[in-house]
């Protein structure tokens, strides 16, 4: 009996003094957080902001009503503040001076919007730093490289040479039915366009069922990626955890066949250069997107690779597609929204007779070019551009930990109280004297600094052309509610919520 009581009051003890020790480790644990955190709350200085738990409140409203948000977080905070979202803290810039600082003056911030959305990362190939053109670092030396690469091709080889064609035979391909959804319409006249820019070799037609699987999977990208909910955090933070992710493998598929297009590349340069009896590299001449990534493979360090290229490649479509998904169907509800001022642009394009893409023609287009304008102010595309940081750093009287996102602004800059009459759709405010009155450092559609978009200089111009075609061609009409202008999905990218239009072809008539 005696042992018996003995061997238990042994059991006894070794499991209390396992449960002390354990909970002695993970009071330490937490002594540790509660101390790094008080830490770091007394090293880093951030604005002043709705940030933290006692504002729980804002900090989820922030996201529920984002688009609110930014516009009245101005008021509250006009220079700048800090807010928690769901994707972590970030400084919101809200005056001009304070965003060309950071944008300008940090080239070393990272463009945070594709590292956290479009998963193609690191998680292709461990170990190796964040790849693409649009992800590179900036400093990083091939992410300038290869941005430096693209505005070249696009100024030297692409402008004034087969862009119009390209653009004309997409806007040909697009047979707009009677009633048609927007948002799905514009996306694959632009995965079209940003293919055959990217490869002009690839074969773009309706009967390729594995061209056709690519616009497919590459919708249901579009789809996920500019959601920006908590739903959609949860899902990024359980794939990072479980390795699954629909959309990853998705993208897998789509870099395998993009890797195709470079497989098939080299074998042409290798017939080319055996055919010319010479040694060719192919830093000669740049035919489209994938030819000058291909040509900075020599200079760049780390080598880039197929793995790397095609990842570049396809940011490049994703982006591009996106964009011009979303700033088509913002125009062509506007269109509808506003019949009088879309009037005035299709009798400019008739008077010009501005029935096919021509960018060189585009400036004479000053209301089509005016409209555009207008649109991205009050629906910019992109409503805040998002960066981060790669290091600590001080700056005025904060100091910033590293990984901090920094946003500018954008949607509040477009309606600051430095424009007339700011939430007035007047597509006169760009015309003739109107000019003037145009306030410097408060429009940027399309990002600013080293990382502003490769296509900037001629956007405007290729967006005036590509509507005033379609105005040219076809009257739209409602056919049901359409959505409010101040509506959208407003995610990463501000693109209006699913509609359909009915279009009428004049020629048809
Ligand atoms: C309406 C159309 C477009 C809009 C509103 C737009 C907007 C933007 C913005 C705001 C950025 C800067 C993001 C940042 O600073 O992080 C950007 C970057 C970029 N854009 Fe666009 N974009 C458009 C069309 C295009 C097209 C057609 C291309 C195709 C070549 C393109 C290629 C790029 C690339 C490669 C970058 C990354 C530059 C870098 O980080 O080095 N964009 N774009």
């Known amino acids: 009996m005696a042992d018996a009581d003995h061997s238990s009051d042994g059991g006894e003890n070794t499991f209390m003094s396992f449960f002390t020790s354990f909970g002695i480790h993970i009071l330490m644990v937490i002594i540790v957080i509660i101390l790094k955190w008080q830490y770091d709350r007394n090293r880093y200085r951030y604005p002043k902001g709705p940030r933290d738990w006692r504002n729980l409140k804002d900090a989820i409203s922030f996201q529920r009503k984002k688009r609110d948000n930014l516009l009245n977080l101005v008021n509250d905070y006009p220079d700048s503040c800090t807010v928690m979202t769901h994707t972590g803290r970030l400084i919101l810039l809200n005056n001009s001076g304070f965003i060309n600082e950071i944008f300008l003056g940090r080239a070393d911030l990272v463009s945070n919007k594709v590292d956290n959305y ?26 300038r490289i290869i941005h430096k690469a693209l505005v070249n091709y696009i100024d030297n080889n692409l402008v004034n040479k087969h862009l119009d064609v390209m653009v004309q035979e997409q806007l040909q391909n697009l047979h707009l039915s009677k009633q048609f959804d927007v948002r799905r ?22 009967n390729d069922k594995v061209f056709e699987l690519f616009e497919q999977n590459l919708y249901k990208i579009s789809k996920a990626i500019h959601e920006d909910t908590f739903q959609k955090s949860a899902k990024t933070v359980l794939s990072k955890l479980t390795g699954l992710s629909e959309t990853l493998d ?3 598929n789509v870099l395998d066949y993009i890797k195709t297009w470079i497989k098939r590349r080299r074998e042409e340069s290798n017939i080319h250069s055996n055919n010319e009896q010479r040694v060719t590299s192919t830093t000669e001449t740049s035919n489209d997107f994938l030819d000058s990534i291909l040509n900075c493979i020599d200079e760049s360090s780390p080598r880039l690779d197929d793995d790397d290229i095609s990842a570049c490649i396809l940011d490049i479509i994703m982006h591009g597609s996106e964009m011009l998904k979303g700033a088509l169907s913002w125009f062509l509800l506007y269109v509808v929204q506003y019949p009088e001022e879309a009037d005035l642009c299709r009798r400019e394009v008739r008077e010009k007779n501005y029935s096919k893409f021509e960018l060189s023609s585009t400036e004479s287009l000053i209301y089509t070019q005016a409209f555009i304008k207008e649109v991205l102010r009050l629906s910019p595309v992109v409503p805040v551009v998002v960066h981060s940081t790669l290091e600590d750093f001080k700056w005025r009287t904060y100091h910033i930990q590293k990984r901090t996102q920094f946003g500018a602004n954008i949607l509040a800059l ?15 405010r760009w015309i003739g004297d109107n000019l003037s009155s145009i306030p410097t450092h408060s429009y940027l559609p399309f990002g600013l600094g080293p990382r502003a978009c490769v296509a900037e200089k001629y956007l405007f111009n290729l967006l005036t052309g590509i509507l005033g075609v379609l105005l040219y061609h076809n009257d739209f009409e409602k056919i049901g509610p359409i959505p409010d202008p101040i509506g959208g999905t407003f995610g990463l990218a501000n693109i209006p919520p699913k509609y359909s239009l009915k279009a009428t072809s004049f020629s048809a008539n």
């Open 118 to 143: 479009l998963e193609n990362q690191l998680r292709y190939k461990e170990g190796k730093h964040i790849r693409t053109g649009i992800v590179f670092r900036h400093q990083d030396h091939n992410a």
């Open 250 to 252: 998705i993208n897998e």
């Open 414 to 428: 477009h309606h600051s109280i430095a424009w007339k009459q700011a939430t007035k759709f007047d597509i006169k």
């Open 185 to 206: 319409t514009t996306f694959y006249f632009a995965v079209r366009l940003l293919t055959s820019l990217s490869c002009s070799s690839v074969s773009i037609s309706k």
